[in-house]
């Protein structure tokens, strides 16, 4: 395997003249998330890096006009769980949309017919209401939702009601952690999921659903849908005609079940033979994998060796389906069409809909590419894998996607190869995407080759692969990036001497053990990266506070040996230059994690972004960042 060569260039490959220009990733890029239908109305959450990342609900009507939903001073978001996610939802009233959501800065539940919006619930200061994972009540001007409470002591997680005079009902308490309220198309039941600590929701959860009297406004007697054995069965949705769904990985891998009700009670039926995972870890809420079509048919989005694919499941059997290449489950129009969020390898994401087998009409752009630019001038991912530390156990292949530098004006001079930035994936769980992203094309367009890896431990293999990182993190992650760079190198595909690693989050925990345990890398990049995980387990939110229970083990119980995994115990090892990049705001990795790690490393430099928190939001901040990693790279390499 060789991976594809550019035409010729004087240039130095890490030098070249590049068409992603900062201002390019960071002010002209829109970003697309949680796309919905209704009737012919295609709905999505953009956000806009030019209006400071505000986040606005978008619609285009059954004509083709695109319009914003809320007033321009709202910026849809919550901090629910710090990651946030489902802070809106959408109704067409006749065929005028309807929205409620949650704002990034006011809070509450806010509800708008596109001109003005008036306030549901308030935020509260004690305690401090946020709210999550809204959804309309489809009998009713009121929505269902998780409810976070912050008071005195551990935050307080609930399903409420609430109503557009602004009374709450709690449906549901007790609990840990909830999500994803949803009620039937007639309102008399609703369906939920909710688990507690120290699991997570990829590892164990509890499904749950219950008939809702609409005279008390409470909930009847609760239905535990789990079944037999401890797993993640997650996003609960229902068909047109009252069908729940929801997906399993009690059998190995995220496969969907039908549930049947009659006067016996709830009956599940799996809908097996898929050969593909189908769900995603929960870490935001507002995922959909699954779209339940009429006629006791399913839309799923599968992935396969970490691929997507679009499945129906109709009448027992599984069907692969053309239609785009999208980053969740495709959902249906009224005449006939599908809407998704395009996202190919080669081109930038885009608002698509169309038909299975014909080609789509990609209507709004997340970014217009200079002109000028060609195939040639973007990197694609080849799939690798490769014999992991412990190739004789379970586990022998560990993945991740290889970018070759990619330009149509410049190649490697005789005899070069190019520097190699390897990609260390947050989580941990979570995965390595070979959807168009300037995150790659920044470096390879500039003549650096890219892997990114999915290390044991990453979603889209199955349960077992996922749960290969349990009791390993900072081992098995940092072996399998290792092995991943030294199968680049022993292919020929990168230059040995020029190699770094960058991570964010968990990834930085990654990048700062492999500088530590290896002579790989010349340098390396943490983002708002974890260094101590002692400090990690005592001061991270509620969400993530027994994450690593899992990962490593109880704390304090096992408080050796997260000395041991912390990159923080292995400063003395990392004699290469280290750039540390963090938010001042960052309350799911605190400051004071890159601020005590960098006093521990000579060869380093820490920059802080006062205003942002956990992950880059501002126009300025994206840009600094990525002139300053690049800058950083080439004067490493220049010396």
């Known amino acids: 395997m060789t991976p594809p060569s550019p035409a010729s260039s004087a240039a130095l490959s890490g030098h070249w003249p590049s068409w992603v220009t900062p201002e390019l990733v960071a002010g002209r890029t829109l970003s697309f998330s949680e796309l919905r239908t209704a009737g012919e109305w295609i709905f999505w959450l953009e956000s806009r890096p030019d209006e400071q990342g505000r986040s606005v609900i978008t619609a285009r009507d059954p004509e083709g006009h695109i319009h914003d939903l809320i007033p321009p001073e709202y910026s849809v978001g919550t901090r629910v769980h710090e990651y946030g996610g489902g802070a809106w939802d959408v109704r067409l009233k006749g065929n005028a949309p309807q929205v409620v959501f949650s704002d990034r800065k006011r809070g509450g539940v806010w509800f708008s017919d596109g001109t003005t919006a008036t306030q549901w619930a308030t935020a509260g200061e004690s305690p401090e209401h946020r709210y999550a994972d809204l959804t309309f009540d489809p009998a009713a001007d009121a ?6 409470s912050h008071g005195d002591g551990v935050p307080v997680a609930t399903l409420v009601h609430v109503q557009a005079d602004g009374r709450e009902t709690v449906l549901v308490e007790g609990a840990d952690f909830y999500a994803a309220p949803r009620p039937s198309p007639d309102g008399n039941f609703l369906a939920w999921f909710n688990w507690n600590d120290p699991a997570m929701p990829w590892t164990v959860t509890t499904l749950s659903v219950a008939p809702f009297d609409r005279t008390t406004g409470t909930l009847g007697p609760v239905t535990d849908l789990t079944g037999p054995e401890p797993c993640s069965i997650i996003e609960p949705c229902w068909s047109p005609d009252g069908t729940l769904y929801a997906t399993s990985d009690a059998e190995g891998r995220w ?23 189908i769900g995603l870890p929960h870490w935001v809420f507002g995922q959909r994998s699954m779209a339940p079509l009429p006629g006791n048919r399913l839309l799923a989005l599968g992935i396969r060796h970490g691929l997507n694919h679009v499945l129906l499941e109709d009448n027992g059997r599984w069907i692969d389906l053309a239609l785009g290449t999208p980053v969740n489950v495709p959902e249906p129009l009224g005449n006939g069409q599908f809407a998704w969020i395009d996202a190919p390898a080669d081109a930038p994401a885009a608002i698509a809909f169309g038909r299975p087998g014909e080609a789509c009409d990609r209507f709004r752009i997340s970014v217009t590419l200079p002109h000028g630019v060609t195939k040639a001038d973007i990197a694609t991912p080849i799939p690798l894998s490769f014999p992991t530390a412990n190739g004789a156990e379970a586990h022998a292949l560990a993945h991740a996607l290889f970018y070759a530098p990619a330009s149509s004006t410049s190649a490697l001079q005789e005899g070069e190869k190019p520097p190699l930035v390897v990609m260390a994936h947050g989580g941990p769980t979570g995965r390595a995407n070979p959807s168009f992203a300037f995150k790659v094309q920044w470096w390879t367009s500039r003549g650096f080759a890219v892997l990114d890896v999915n290390y044991r431990g990453s979603t889209g293999f199955g349960r077992a692969y996922r749960e290969a990182l349990d009791g390993q993190w900072g081992v098995a992650d940092i072996e399998d990036c290792l092995a991943g760079v030294q199968a680049v190198l022993d292919r020929g595909f990168a230059d040995p ?29 943490s983002l708002y990266g974890v260094t101590d995980l002692r400090a990690l387990a005592e ?7 027994r994450y690593l229970d899992g990962l490593i083990g109880p704390y304090p119980e096992d408080e050796a040996l997260y000395l041991k995994r912390s990159p923080i115990t292995q400063a003395e090892g990392i004699t290469v230059p280290v750039l540390f990049l963090h938010g001042g705001a960052d309350k799911v990795v605190p400051l004071s994690q890159a601020e005590s790690m960098r006093t521990k490393l000579e060869h380093s430099a820490l920059h802080v972004y006062p205003e942002e928190a956990h992950g880059f939001r501002a126009r300025e901040t994206i840009e600094d960042a990525l002139q300053r990693e690049l800058a950083f790279y080439q004067q490493v390499f220049s010396t």
């Open 143 to 148: 929505v269902f939702c998780v409810r976070e």
């Open 255 to 277: 496969t969907p079940i039908r549930f049947s009700h009659d006067e016996t009670g709830w009956h599940p039926h799996s809908l097996d033979g898929a050969n593909a995972e």
């Open 497 to 525: 001497a020029r190699c770094v690693i960058r991570g964010s989050s968990a990834g930085g925990l990654t990048v700062l053990g492999a500088l530590a345990q290896s002579d790989l890398f010349a340098a390396g990049t």
């Open 539 to 545: 001061e991270t939110h509620k969400f993530e506070a």
